[in-house]
């Protein structure tokens, strides 16, 4: 099947081979793929938990299959030719602290330590504005089940699990000087403690129709 595929099209720089790490691959197969890439295909062999790949599941469940469709389709638009680099994490934030600017409040020391790309980032703080605007219309009576839909909207990952606890993660932001525990997150993309990623953020103001999501925390999970 490969190979047909292959033959198919114009020639083998025309060509890219993911290999994923979440079964063995056949020799035959894998000798398939070599003679491929020594005849310049793209072959890529990423490793669980690196990036977007996600780890390797005790099950084939729904959460897998969505992280494994998402990471796919990140690797082929990455190759597609013609295809613009990908916006940095630094930028989509700088984009997402303008374009939010009234639901979010992004400090110019926000921490940012992440394997994602900017793209995706930004969709979840697109994520979060959305979020932020229905809890000021009084409309978020269940936010983890909201979050988990808007997630799934903007970046194919639904995730359930929203919470609100003491979680020792603090910003002081630089604007104003004060101090704020980060009681609000959600994971991302979820794991060994190093690969976890997840969003930091404390809900501020006095009345609910002026509330604002103040984001301390992007990535790695503290």
Request: proline content about 7%; aromatic content about 6%.
């Amino acid at each position: 099947m490969v190979e047909s595929a292959a033959d198919s099209a114009d020639g083998p720089t025309n060509v890219m081979v993911i290999v994923l790490p979440y079964a063995a691959c056949p020799p035959e197969l894998a000798g398939t793929i070599t003679a491929l890439e020594e005849l310049g295909t793209t072959v890529s062999r990423p490793r669980p938990g690196e990036g977007r790949w996600p780890s390797r599941p005790p099950t084939i469940d729904g959460r897998f299959q969505f992280a494994l469709r998402d990471a796919l389709l990140a690797a082929i638009d990455a190759w597609l030719p013609g295809e613009p680099t990908p916006e940095s994490v630094e930028e989509a934030v700088a984009r997402a602290r303008t374009d939010f600017a009234g639901t979010l409040h992004i400090p110019s020391n926000v921490t940012i330590e992440t394997s994602l790309d900017g793209p995706f980032w930004y969709g979840v703080l697109h994520a979060l504005h959305d979020l932020c605007e229905l809890e000021r219309r009084g409309d978020a009576a269940n936010k983890r089940d909201l979050l988990r839909d808007l997630l799934n909207n903007h970046v194919r990952a639904p995730k359930r699990t929203y919470k609100v606890a003491d979680t020792g993660v603090f910003i002081t932001d630089a604007a104003t000087g004060e101090r704020h525990h980060l009681r609000e997150r959600v994971h991302i993309v979820e794991g060994k403690p190093a690969e976890t990623e997840s969003v930091y953020w404390i809900t501020v103001g006095e009345v609910r129709a002026s509330y604002r999501y103040l984001i301390g925390q992007i990535g790695r999970h503290a």
